[in-house]
């Protein structure tokens, strides 16, 4: 009779311990406004029902912490998801049975850094892992206008000193003056000559007196 209770005793705490959570990463590294997968692998339940799977997974930062998701009898119930996660987490339901937990999270922001913790009830145990996630801020690029005002405005695929590409802009312009010029010496002679017309014709005209 002993033996029978020690048996019995031994294959219920077998059966209670069989259940195994891993972390496919412990460590995360995301940026600011990108997407980032956080993955857990768990012993499948054994009737292979989703029926039978709770998991509970919450984030944990300083002294706060903050339920991301929560599957009831392999229902997700969104009501206790944190309004922090609202919108920006999602599972991917179809790997549950083979004993993976997906958790996809978007839009990433630099205060959901902190520590992941999911535990998964199958039945056949109970058990936790946890993964670390940091989101850095997003880095500054480079932008096309930045690139074109530090140029001078030239294409960067020119080649040659800033006199060589700017002297087809000065020949134009010399190009322009030069009739200009030629107008104005033209004028300027005209009125010249016709005012010595003028004063030779006055001249005849009005003699001087002899002394």
Known sequence: MTCS????????SCVSGSLVVNVTQSFYQAEENHNVTLEWTFTPATDGSLKSI????EMYTGDKHFELFHLHEGVEVSESQDKWFAGRVQCDKDVLREGRLRLHMSRLRTDDSGDYLCTVNTGDGEKSKKCHLNVTAEKDRPKPETTNSTSGG???SQTGSPSQAESPGWIGLYCGLVPIVVVVVVVVTLLGVRYCLCRKQQDSMNPSLPI
């Open 54 to 57: 709770y998991i509970t997974c």
């Open 154 to 156: 030239r294409d960067p």
């Open 5 to 12: 209770i020690l048996l019995l005793i031994t294959l219920t």
